[in-house]
């Protein structure tokens, strides 16, 4: 039996609301600001460009290596509006992986599918996570000639809902979160089937390998810093089952781990370290479901993320701002796709992109540690308000142009 | 360990919080074991602080009472006219000169005190301006350290001018003659260091706190508010800035004219404002010149009673302040659970975090804060939840402990200068 890698990337950037006062609200209908681009190409920079040409690297040298991505319709926009040699530059590491015959299940990169918005549209309304979904793979075929055959939700915030949902629009393949009080005894290194599902594979997070190389890489107050891919080959090699799943955000090469690090060296000489023994390899996340069979039946009830200690969404809905706002957001949403007016749909579903919601966490807010959380904002409070007088005006063009009178 | 505390005022003779403030470290610093003596330049009977420390006259003057029938110690010092109501006509000068004279004998008594007394402290700590000179003299006397707490400049008093010359020179004095310098907020800090050139690292930030129990929940019968309390339930939103005095230091005007701002998108809002201080009539026209008189409410002078019910009908305090060094009524206001919104320029803004912030000119900001909160539960309510939740971190106590090791240094210190001196006299003697 081998034993696979299988190595998945999540890149997003979100459209930020700039500062925007309640005397905005009905008079300058912009609420995005130019912080974006400057954002972007800094990440650009310091990661997504190495990161890709390491990539591209490994495929060329490693014909074994495998890799997956989840790429968000807001990153992809704003590579088009300030960066379009970023997007090429992420066509490149898909074509260096792509099959020479056309076959899309045999490309050695995968884009994994997600919501177009980075939304959390699947608890508040189906039918627009069904739109913002098959918006975003509109957007892969248009961007990458690929059709997604494997799903994540945002933040990996997953339950039997979603589960079932996935198996019934066809996906082979499910992303979440390897939770120890959900799996008890059980491996996050074998697949699993989600209950009153019939094809669908649940592949989850070996999140302690994760961290390691995500968080723990370069702390050096960390007992195991510093972490070479050798180590860390031997330890993905101890691991009890045939996959391990390692789930990352992509900007831990180079944003959360500077190149200082060595974090690049570590990522490029882990397929060497790792297929030294024959039996190893990597899939991508429709492979690994293609491959091996199920193991048992996992049922999450309740909602999982891969965020923070407590595994759930309570850093995007936990105080009343947010559900306030997300409330308010939803509220509007037959009334604006009613209007048929595409920039006024555009930047409502901007809106409805999580990170709003993150920027107004209070969660680690009064411990004043300014590392736990990145935001954009000053405060929780100032995310809220130039968030909600940005609605106010979506709710004004939606009264002023559309609302007949009489 | 021995402490010498010179303050000008002692509840409840008070004219403001700096006696407030002084109080409650000498309580909590007695509390620790420390042997204080606090010297007042008036007579009176001190119940409250007399059961924790001794309290000294240096003279046999009773406290003054002001018009209101309030005692008021030795007086209020804002160094403003109480005719013309200007800081810089003849007799707020002559007014300031009286007050420096009455520093200046408070400074000759002390002085004596010490003297007649013997006392040899192990630190001096002197509070404000007021009794500094006094603090210098006694230091020059006794050859103990001086530690001299800073709770506001002539700086921050006179609201963005320059204010009294004299008072600066007095400051100077002081600030240069202290072996350590406690600030109420690093904005004082870095007033000290930029406008006295004092080097930074003789300064250490010492926030005020709040004894919840000067604010236990009164019960509201009183019939002050019924009004607002009547247009509450109307949808309408209260705005206050608390129980200030109507002073240029306090940035009332700014608040006025982002109220008018806030109004042309909620017009559910009610502004209650004091009436009393040097601004009062210019804050009344202003409110008729930009077409709100109707929704603000002056209510007279505040104080006691009424400021706790002012507080508790209120939904969004608003510190506007041009130049405060602390303003221990955001902390008053956050225990009756309203949402805070804190000028840049005001020093409490340093110890809580769940409130919003502007800077005092920035009117269209704090009308944009202002509407935000008047329309949503989630936004107010966090901050209400927020603020209540940590008003109260850091205690009395935490000051006296921080007081504490500042004294400890400064004692360090004098011991080791001390020591120099000796080794200086001996080689000195050999080479004579």
Same mark, same amino acid.
């Given at each position: 039996?081998?034993?696979?890698?299988?190595?998945?990337?999540?890149?997003?950037?979100?459209? *930020?609301?700039?500062?925007?006062?309640?005397?905005?609200?009905?008079?300058?209908?912009?609420?995005?600001?130019?912080?974006?681009?400057?954002?972007? *190409?800094?990440?650009?920079?310091?990661?997504?460009?190495?990161?890709?040409?390491?990539?591209?690297?490994?495929?060329?040298?490693?014909?074994?290596?495998?890799?997956?991505?989840?790429?968000?319709?807001?990153?992809?926009?704003?590579?088009?509006?300030?960066?379009?040699?970023?997007?090429?530059?992420?066509?490149?590491?898909?074509?260096?992986?792509?099959?020479?015959?056309?076959?899309?299940?045999?490309?050695?990169?995968?884009?994994?599918?997600?919501?177009?918005?980075?939304?959390?549209?699947?608890?508040?309304?189906?039918?627009?996570?069904? *739109?913002?979904?098959?918006?975003?793979?509109?957007?892969?075929?248009?961007?990458?000639?690929?059709?997604?055959?494997?799903?994540?939700?945002?933040?990996?915030?997953?339950?039997?809902?979603?589960?079932?949902?996935?198996?019934?629009?066809?996906?082979?393949?499910?992303?979440?979160?390897?939770?120890?009080?959900?799996?008890?005894?059980?491996?996050?290194?074998?697949?699993?089937?989600?209950?009153?599902?019939?094809?669908?594979?649940?592949?989850?997070?070996?999140?302690?390998?994760?961290?390691?190389?995500?968080?723990?890489?370069?702390?050096?107050?960390?007992?195991?810093?510093?972490?070479?891919?050798?180590?860390?080959?031997?330890?993905?090699?101890?691991?009890?089952?045939?996959?391990?799943?390692?789930?990352?955000?992509?900007?831990?090469?180079?944003?959360?781990?500077?190149?200082?690090?060595?974090?690049?060296?570590?990522?490029?000489?882990?397929?060497?370290?790792?297929?030294? *023994?024959?039996?190893?390899?990597?899939?991508?996340?429709?492979?690994?479901?293609?491959?091996?069979?199920?193991?048992?039946?996992?049922?999450?009830?309740?909602?999982?993320?891969?965020?923070?200690?407590?595994?759930?969404?309570?850093?995007?809905?936990?105080?009343?701002?947010?559900?306030?706002?997300?409330?308010?957001?939803?509220?509007?949403?037959?009334?604006?796709?009613?209007?048929?007016?595409?920039?006024?749909?555009?930047?409502?579903?901007?809106?409805?992109?999580?990170?709003?919601?993150?920027?107004?966490?209070?969660?680690?807010?009064?411990?004043?540690?300014?590392?736990?959380?990145?935001?954009?904002?000053?405060?929780?409070?100032?995310?809220?308000?130039?968030?909600?007088?940005?609605?106010?005006?979506?709710?004004?063009?939606?009264?002023?142009?559309?609302?007949?009178?009489? | 360990?021995?402490?010498?505390?010179?303050?000008?005022?002692?509840?409840?003779?008070?004219?403001?919080? @700096?006696?407030?403030?002084?109080?409650?470290?000498?309580?909590?610093?007695?509390?620790?074991?420390?042997?204080?003596?606090?010297?007042?330049?008036?007579?009176?009977?001190?119940?409250?602080?007399?059961?924790?420390?001794?309290?000294?006259?240096?003279?046999?003057?009773?406290?003054?009472?002001?018009?209101?029938?309030?005692?008021?110690?030795?007086?209020?010092?804002?160094?403003?006219?109480?005719?013309?109501?200007?800081?810089?006509?003849?007799?707020?000068?002559?007014?300031?000169?009286?007050? %420096?004279?009455?520093?200046?004998?408070?400074?000759?008594?002390?002085?004596?005190?010490?003297?007649?007394?013997?006392?040899?402290?192990?630190?001096?700590? +002197?509070?404000?301006?007021?009794?500094?000179?006094?603090?210098?003299?006694?230091? @020059?006397?006794?050859?103990?350290?001086?530690?001299?707490?800073?709770?506001?400049?002539?700086?921050?008093?006179?609201?963005?001018?320059?204010?009294?010359?004299?008072?600066?020179?007095?400051?100077?004095?002081?600030?240069?003659?202290?072996?350590?310098?406690?600030?109420?907020?690093?904005?004082?800090?870095? %007033?000290?260091?930029?406008?006295?050139?004092?080097?930074?690292?003789?300064?250490?930030?010492?926030?005020?706190?709040?004894?919840?129990?000067?604010?236990?929940?009164?019960?509201?019968?009183?019939?002050?508010?019924?009004?607002?309390?009547?247009?509450?339930?109307?949808?309408?939103?209260?705005?206050?800035?608390?129980?200030?005095?109507?002073?240029?230091?306090?940035?009332?005007?700014?608040?006025?004219?982002?109220?008018?701002?806030?109004?042309?998108?909620?017009?559910?809002?009610?502004?209650?404002?004091?009436?009393?201080?040097?601004?009062?009539?210019?804050?009344?026209?202003?409110?008729?010149?930009?077409?709100?008189?109707?929704?603000?409410?002056?209510?007279?002078?505040?104080?006691?009673?009424?400021?706790?019910?002012?507080?508790?009908?209120?939904?969004?305090?608003?510190?506007?302040?041009?130049?405060?060094?602390?303003?221990?009524?955001?902390?008053?206001? +956050?225990?009756?659970?309203?949402?805070?919104?804190?000028?840049?320029?005001?020093?409490?803004?340093?110890?809580?975090?769940?409130?919003?912030?502007?800077?005092?000119?920035?009117?269209?900001?704090?009308?944009?804060?202002?509407?935000?909160?008047?329309?949503?539960?989630?936004?107010?309510?966090?901050?209400?939840?927020?603020?209540?939740?940590?008003?109260?971190?850091?205690?009395?106590?935490?000051?006296?402990?921080?007081?504490?090791?500042?004294?400890?240094?400064?004692?360090?210190?004098?011991?080791?200068?001390?020591?120099?001196?000796?080794?200086?006299?001996?080689?000195?003697?050999?080479?004579?």
């Amino acid at each position: 039996m081998p034993k696979a890698i299988c190595l998945y990337m999540h890149v997003h950037q979100p459209w *930020r609301v700039r500062q925007y006062s309640a005397f905005d609200t009905g008079v300058d209908h912009n609420y995005w600001g130019a912080g974006d681009g400057e954002i972007l *190409r800094k990440v650009a920079d310091k990661s997504y460009f190495p990161t890709n040409t390491a990539l591209i690297d490994m495929l060329n040298t490693y014909p074994e290596f495998r890799v997956s991505l989840s790429i968000t319709g807001t990153f992809i926009e704003q590579c088009e509006y300030y960066l379009p040699e970023l997007l090429e530059s992420f066509k490149a590491l898909v074509n260096a992986g792509r099959s020479p015959d056309g076959d899309q299940s045999k490309n050695r990169v995968e884009i994994v599918g997600e919501t177009y918005y980075h939304s959390l549209a699947f608890f508040y309304s189906r039918p627009e996570f069904d *739109r913002q979904v098959a918006q975003h793979a509109q957007k892969i075929e248009d961007v990458f000639g690929l059709r997604p055959t494997a799903f994540r939700n945002t933040e990996l915030a997953y339950n039997n809902d979603l589960g079932k949902w996935a198996d019934t629009h066809g996906y082979k393949a499910i992303l979440a979160e390897g939770w120890d009080k959900v799996l008890g005894w059980r491996s996050p290194n074998f697949l699993y089937k989600p209950p009153g599902t019939e094809r669908i594979k649940l592949l989850l997070k070996n999140y302690k390998l994760s961290d390691d190389m995500a968080f723990r890489f370069s702390n050096r107050s960390w007992a195991e810093y510093p972490l070479t891919s050798g180590k860390y080959a031997a330890w993905l090699d101890a691991e009890d089952a045939p996959l391990v799943n390692l789930f990352v955000d992509y900007e831990t090469f180079g944003e959360h781990h500077w190149e200082d690090t060595g974090i690049f060296n570590f990522l490029k000489a882990l397929p060497h370290e790792w297929l030294s *023994r024959p039996e190893h390899t990597f899939m991508t996340v429709s492979e690994a479901a293609d491959f091996y069979e199920v193991k048992d039946e996992v049922s999450m009830p309740h909602v999982v993320t891969w965020a923070d200690t407590e595994r759930d969404l309570s850093a995007w809905l936990g105080n009343r701002m947010q559900q306030e706002s997300n409330h308010y957001i939803y509220a509007m949403e037959q009334h604006i796709l009613e209007t048929g007016d595409i920039h006024l749909i555009g930047d409502w579903r901007r809106l409805t992109t999580s990170d709003h919601a993150y920027y107004m966490s209070t969660k680690y807010w009064n411990d004043g540690d300014v590392h736990a959380y990145f935001s954009p904002k000053p405060s929780p409070f100032d995310a809220f308000m130039d968030y909600m007088n940005a609605l106010r005006d979506v709710r004004f063009r939606l009264i002023k142009n559309h609302v007949k009178r009489g | 360990m021995k402490l010498l505390m010179l303050g000008w005022e002692l509840p409840p003779y008070n004219s403001g919080g @700096l006696g407030v403030a002084s109080f409650n470290m000498a309580k909590a610093l007695s509390k620790r074991g420390v042997d204080i003596q606090f010297v007042l330049p008036y007579k009176a009977k001190h119940h409250e602080a007399e059961k924790f420390f001794d309290v000294l006259p240096a003279s046999n003057i009773p406290p003054l009472i002001n018009e209101n029938g309030d005692y008021v110690a030795m007086g209020a010092y804002s160094g403003t006219c109480s005719v013309c109501r200007s800081r810089s006509c003849k007799h707020a000068k002559s007014y300031v000169e009286g007050f %420096i004279g009455a520093t200046r004998r408070y400074a000759d008594e002390v002085a004596r005190l010490v003297t007649r007394r013997k006392l040899h402290p192990d630190v001096i700590h +002197a509070h404000d301006w007021l009794t500094m000179e006094a603090g210098v003299r006694a230091k @020059l006397i006794s050859g103990s350290p001086l530690v001299v707490h800073v709770h506001a400049t002539e700086f921050d008093r006179a609201g963005g001018h320059y204010g009294n010359p004299l008072i600066h020179e007095i400051e100077y004095q002081g600030l240069v003659m202290a072996d350590r310098i406690l600030a109420v907020s690093q904005l004082t800090k870095n %007033i000290i260091v930029r406008e006295y050139h004092i080097p930074a690292d003789k300064i250490e930030v010492v926030h005020n706190s709040l004894d919840p129990g000067d604010l236990d929940d009164i019960v509201v019968d009183a019939n002050d508010y019924l009004y607002a309390k009547e247009l509450k339930k109307q949808g309408y939103t209260i705005v206050s800035p608390g129980g200030v005095r109507l002073t240029a230091q306090k940035g009332i005007s700014y608040l006025l004219e982002a109220m008018a701002l806030a109004m042309t998108k909620n017009p559910k809002l009610l502004l209650l404002v004091p009436s009393s201080g040097d601004q009062r009539n210019q804050i009344i026209e202003m409110a008729a010149d930009l077409g709100i008189s109707d929704r603000v409410i002056f209510l007279g002078f505040v104080r006691g009673s009424r400021q706790r019910e002012l507080y508790q009908v209120t939904d969004i305090f608003v510190m506007p302040s041009i130049s405060e060094p602390f303003g221990i009524t955001a902390l008053e206001a +956050a225990h009756s659970h309203t949402a805070l919104l804190l000028s840049k320029q005001s020093g409490v803004g340093e110890v809580l975090r769940n409130v919003m912030r502007f800077d005092y000119w920035d009117t269209r900001r704090l009308a944009d804060e202002i509407v935000n909160i008047s329309l949503s539960p989630g936004l107010s309510g966090e901050l209400c939840d927020g603020a209540k939740r940590e008003y109260l971190k850091f205690s009395w106590a935490d000051v006296a402990e921080k007081l504490s090791h500042e004294y400890s240094k400064v004692m360090a210190r004098a011991k080791r200068n001390a020591a120099k001196w000796v080794e200086f006299a001996a080689e000195g003697a050999a080479h004579a």
